[in-house]
C-alpha cells in the first residue's frame, strides 16, 4: 500500500484557484488515486479518482504527471463552503481504504 | 438512492451498557465498512464485510462485535467500552471491496463513553 504525504494545512481566499498536492513515491503499476472530502462531524465524501493525466469531474481536476508519483487536486474558484479536511489515497484492486493525515483547507472571505 | 443512513446520530452509554450501532444502504452495495476517527485524526479502518461475511478485521478489541443481518444492514453492537472508544463511528459502503471503488460513507454516530 503505498503511502502518501500531503501539507497539514493550507489557506485560500474566495474565488481562488486551490491545487493541494499529494506525493506518492512508491505508488504500484495497478494503483489508483483519489481524493476524499470531509466536513467536521460528516462522513468523508468521494471527490474524484484517477490513474494517470488528467481528470475533470463538476467539482475538481485530478492532475497526474506520467512518473504518477504525486499528484495534484485542483479546486477552481474556492467558497467558503469548501473549507474542509482533503484526503488523498492511493490503492489498488485489493488494497483497503487508509486514510493518511488529510490537507486542512481553510478558506477565508 | 446513494445514501447510507446511520442511527443513531448520538450515544452516551457507560461502561457497563450494551448498545448497538446501525447502519442501511439501498445502493445494492456488496462491501460494508465501519470505521472509527477520533478528533482531528483520520477515520480507521476497523471492519469489512463482503457479500455479507466478514473479510477483513482490523484487530478490533472484542468488545465492538460487528453484524450483517443482510446485504442492506450493518450492525456494531457495543459491550463493556472504555472511555477511549469515545468517537465518531461512520459506516460506508461500496460496489466491491476495493480501494478503486467510491465508497459512500454515512454522517456517523457520535459515542461518548462515560
Known amino acids: 500500500l503505498a503511502k502518501t504525504t500531503q501539507p497539514i494545512s493550507m489557506d485560500s481566499y474566495e474565488g481562488q484557484e486551490v491545487n493541494i498536492t499529494c506525493s506518492h513515491n512508491n505508488i504500484a503499476t495497478n494503483d489508483y488515486i483519489t481524493w476524499y472530502q470531509q466536513f467536521p462531524s460528516q462522513g468523508p465524501r468521494f471527490i474524484i479518482q484517477?490513474?494517470?493525466t488528467k481528470v475533470t469531474n463538476e467539482v475538481a481536476s485530478l492532475f497526474i504527471p506520467a512518473d504518477r508519483k504525486s499528484s495534484t487536486l485542483s479546486l477552481p474558484r474556492v467558497s467558503l463552503s469548501d473549507t474542509a479536511v482533503y484526503y488523498c489515497l492511493v490503492g489498488g484492486w485489493t488494497d483497503k481504504l487508509i486514510f493518511g493525515t488529510g490537507t486542512r483547507l481553510q478558506v477565508f472571505p | 438512492d446513494t445514501e447510507v443512513t446511520q442511527t443513531p446520530k448520538h450515544l452516551v452509554m457507560g461502561m457497563t451498557n450494551k448498545k448497538s450501532l446501525k447502519c442501511e444502504q439501498h445502493m445494492g452495495h456488496r462491501a460494508m465498512y465501519w470505521y472509527k476517527q477520533k478528533a482531528k485524526k483520520p477515520p480507521e479502518l476497523m471492519f469489512v464485510y463482503s457479500y455479507e461475511k466478514l473479510s477483513i478485521n482490523e484487530s478490533v478489541p472484542s468488545r465492538f462485535s460487528p453484524e450483517c443481518p443482510n446485504s442492506s444492514l450493518l450492525n456494531l453492537h457495543l459491550h463493556a467500552l472504555q472511555p477511549e472508544d469515545s468517537a465518531l463511528y461512520l459506516c460506508?459502503?461500496?460496489?466491491?471491496?476495493?480501494?478503486?471503488?467510491?465508497?459512500?460513507f454515512g454522517p456517523g454516530t457520535r459515542l461518548t463513553v462515560t
Open positions: 460506508a459502503s461500496s460496489q466491491e471491496t476495493s480501494s478503486s471503488y467510491e465508497q459512500y
Open positions: 484517477g490513474y494517470k
